[in-house]
């Protein structure tokens, strides 16, 4: 089993509606998890992170951790075509591990 | 936010060659530096943790004597592909931890022909 699994993509959806991009992780005593946007070509750049249970928001992006179900997610509202990119959930126990991430194409 | 620079953010070299990377934090003091791999379309993975003043921790499958790390201050971090090959074409990119955070350098495209 997979450290960090990522539902595989690719994921698309139309200008201005919400897209859900979610993740598992196998070890229970994850403490910290975090989204990281990647466009091609370039370096991740860090989206959200969550500790606790429940929701973060921060503007269109809303993080979403239940670790009883060992699951984070990450809701994007309104999405804009610029947010056409990579998405890796990454979760960090004594180091980074990171998800295989899912592709997100926005359709204007 | 943090600030991580990488040099060269592309190289081209001949096969046998050997490669430096150079990681900096520009302004903070880093202990802890991450080089990762990542080939085309697929994740990031963790090649070995740097730590200033000592040797480095590499993942299993990840040769030490062909990445070499020299972790030598508290803002450089370097990675030489030694005697490198077409297999090791590949996107470089390091990272730091500030506090909880983790800042990535924009990244080091090799090719190796």
């Known amino acids: 089993q997979k450290e960090v699994e990522q539902n595989s993509g690719p994921l698309s959806v139309p200008e201005g509606a919400i897209a859900s991009l979610n993740c598992t992780y196998s070890?229970?005593?994850?403490?910290?998890f975090f989204w990281y946007r990647q466009y091609s070509g370039k370096s991740p750049e860090l989206i959200m992170f969550?500790?606790?249970?429940g929701d973060k928001e921060d503007g269109r992006f809303t993080a979403q951790l239940n670790k009883a179900s060992q699951y984070v997610s990450l809701l994007i509202r309104d999405s804009q075509p610029s947010d056409s990119a990579t998405y890796l959930c990454?979760?960090?126990?004594?180091?980074?591990?990171f998800g295989a991430g899912t592709r997100l194409t926005v359709k204007p | 936010g943090a600030v991580v620079s990488q040099h060269p953010s592309r190289v081209i070299c001949k096969s046998g060659t050997s490669v430096k990377i150079e990681c900096r934090s520009l302004?903070?003091?880093?202990?802890?530096m991450f080089w990762y791999r990542q080939f085309p379309k697929q994740s990031l993975m963790l090649m070995a943790t740097?730590?200033?003043?000592?040797?480095?921790?590499?993942e299993q499958g990840v040769e030490k004597d062909k990445f070499l790390i020299n972790h030598a201050s508290l803002t450089l971090s370097t990675l030489t592909v030694t005697s490198a090959h077409p297999e090791d074409s590949s996107f470089y990119i390091c990272?730091?931890?500030?506090?909880?955070?983790?800042?990535f350098g924009p990244g080091t495209r090799l090719t190796v022909l």
């Open positions: 990272s730091a931890n500030r506090e909880a955070e983790q800042f």
């Open positions: 070890d229970r005593g994850s403490q910290s």
């Open positions: 969550i500790y606790s249970n």
């Open positions: 990454a979760v960090n126990v004594d180091d980074m591990r």
């Open positions: 302004d903070f003091q880093a202990t802890t």
């Open positions: 740097s730590n200033e003043g000592s040797k480095a921790t590499y």
